[in-house]
């Protein structure tokens, strides 16, 4: 059982930076492509950032690129969104999610239904 635990969430001032972090347990995590999603309140689950399992790959939403960056260290089984010039249309649950892939270092994957393990979540809020 593969287990994922975010942190580094919180109340950040608009303009402002969070790094958040995301700690996954279990020996194959370099064999784990993985995403960050988000959900505001009243909305979906939306795709925020996607990286394959070499980290050679990357995806951003549109609303978030340019501002946001996806990396893991596969030494230390940890993947992370730095977030910066946050905005109050940021302000979200954010959850870490993970697959197990067969395909090359290359793939990534952007929809929710496509990965097997969630974090439990961590709030992020940005003030105007």
């Known amino acids: 059982q593969v287990q994922l635990v975010e942190s580094g969430g919180g109340l950040v001032q608009a303009g402002g930076s969070l790094r958040l972090s995301c700690a996954t347990s279990g020996r194959t995590f370099s064999s784990y492509a993985m995403g960050w999603f988000r959900q505001a309140p009243g909305k979906e689950r939306e795709s925020v950032a996607a990286?394959?399992?070499?980290?050679?790959?990357?995806y951003y939403s549109d609303s978030v690129k340019g501002r946001f960056t996806i990396s893991r260290d596969n030494g230390k089984n940890t993947v992370y969104l730095q977030m910066n010039s946050l905005n109050p249309e940021d302000t979200a649950v954010y959850y870490c999610?993970?697959?197990?892939?067969?395909?090359?270092?290359?793939?990534?994957?952007?929809?929710?239904?496509?990965?097997?393990?969630w974090g439990q979540g961590t709030q992020v809020t940005v003030s105007s």
């Open positions: 990286i394959s399992w070499s980290g050679s790959n990357t």
């Open positions: 999610a993970g697959r197990i892939t067969y395909k090359s270092g290359t793939y990534f994957y952007t929809e929710d239904r496509e990965y097997d393990y």
